[in-house]
């Protein structure tokens, strides 16, 4: 493969990074990350994009919780914007709460970013959250589109997931909620699947008798899992401690995945256990790990599960990520480097620096450089 020189981040000039690249697939990838480096002048054409409500220019703010930067949040608000989780940071100001409840009920269903609305809501409660979550979600109940087939994902679905998710923390006893939740388990599109079992997995985590409503959840979600390896493995934190078969099914589901994304979302689901206390789906984890032939997955799962993975399989992909051209797959070996020995760390961090060209970069590998030697 010919030599390609490592490449800087694209910077499009609001706030935040961009990468680039085509997996081995063929498949065209899109990463986004926020600038770390910003002068005066950034940090002010950021804030008055978030307060003309420009779509995404939030984002790039979510490291700078400041009042300036919740001030321009909230003139975004009036501007039309969507908020989004962003505000949670702030729900101590008085002016959160009524603000992102306000231009949730203006939002019409289906609309641009509303599932983001939802969850912000849902995590601020407050007056008049519940009522208008409630009404959000029988809108989107109600509408025959919502229960229609996608190839990727029924959007009405996920924001009805979302609705109910955020209901269910409020009032974690409403029944009709979780009745919601129940039937987008037999949605037809996959995805709308595994997000209302993934959610139900999450809300059930700690096992235990719980309400009516739980125990209703938890049928269903044995039910959905019973014979579908998808949803079961996407079920992983849950089902662990209730289904006595869960490591063998596990291992057999993990070792059954042929593709990067397979093994990438199967270990990313399993990787949220205590692994330590199963030393066979650590073993099986590792194995797949070895299998993975591209760099940018392998690095992804380094980073999900880099605690039970040796220290020579680490240096290694992060040796290969820090030469890499991709500028995020570098942002990611500066991650990796967390893992190893500080020596080793300072090692490869000193080394990477002599050719790197981006500034965010360069700055990460300098503190990883001086950190890990003076720690070491």
């Known amino acids: ?55 995404g220019a939030v984002a790039a703010l979510d490291h700078e919780p400041t009042g300036e930067s919740l001030d321009a949040m909230l003139a975004g608000l009036d501007a039309g914007q969507t908020p989004g989780i962003a505000f949670v940071r702030y729900a101590d100001d008085p002016r959160v709460q009524p603000a992102v409840l306000k231009a949730t009920d203006r939002l019409d269903p289906g ?3 509303s599932q983001n609305a939802l969850q912000a809501l849902g995590l601020l409660g407050g007056a008049g959250a519940l009522p208008v979550l409630n009404r959000k979600a029988h809108q989107l109940a109600a509408l025959p589109e919502t229960w229609a087939d996608d190839d990727f994902q029924n959007q009405a679905a996920a ?39 993934v959610d139900t997995a999450e809300r059930l985590r700690p096992p235990g008798p719980g309400t009516a409503t739980a125990r209703m959840l938890e049928r269903a979600l044995l039910k959905a899992c019973a014979t579908d390896d998808a949803l079961f493995i996407s ?24 593709d990067n994304w397979g093994r990438a979302n199967a270990i990313g689901a399993l990787s949220r256990l205590e692994l330590s206390v199963s030393p066979r789906i650590a073993a099986a984890i590792r194995h797949s790990v070895e ?20 220290e020579s399989k680490l240096r290694d992909v992060a040796e290969r990520a820090l030469a890499d051209a991709s500028p995020s797959l570098r942002d990611d070996g500066c991650e990796l480097l967390s893992f190893l020995d500080p020596k080793v760390a300072a090692s490869l ?11 965010a970069i360069a700055a990460r590998l300098r503190i990883h450089n001086f950190t890990n030697a003076h720690d070491a």
């Open 1 to 55: 493969m010919p030599f390609e020189p490592k490449r800087c981040w694209k910077r499009p000039g609001d706030g935040m990074l961009v990468d680039e690249w085509v997996d081995p697939d063929g498949t065209a990838t899109v990463r986004y990350d926020k600038d770390p480096v910003a002068n005066e002048a950034d940090r002010a054409r950021r804030l008055e994009r978030v307060a003309k409500g420009k779509a």
């Open 111 to 113: 609309s641009l970013g």
């Open 159 to 197: 924001e009805l997931c979302t609705a109910c998710a955020a209901i269910l923390t409020l009032d974690p006893q409403n029944e009709s909620a979780a009745q919601l939740v129940v039937r987008i388990m037999h949605h037809p599109c996959s995805s709308n699947r595994e997000r209302a079992v």
């Open 235 to 258: 079920a992983a934190v849950a089902l662990h401690k209730r289904e006595p078969s869960f490591e063998q099914r596990a291992i057999n589901i993990l070792k059954a995945q042929t």
């Open 291 to 310: 299998q993975t032939d591209d760099l940018h997955h392998s690095a992804l799962l380094c980073l999900m599960v880099g605690a039970v993975l040796s």
């Open 349 to 359: 961090a000193e080394a990477a620096l002599c050719d790197e060209p981006d500034s």
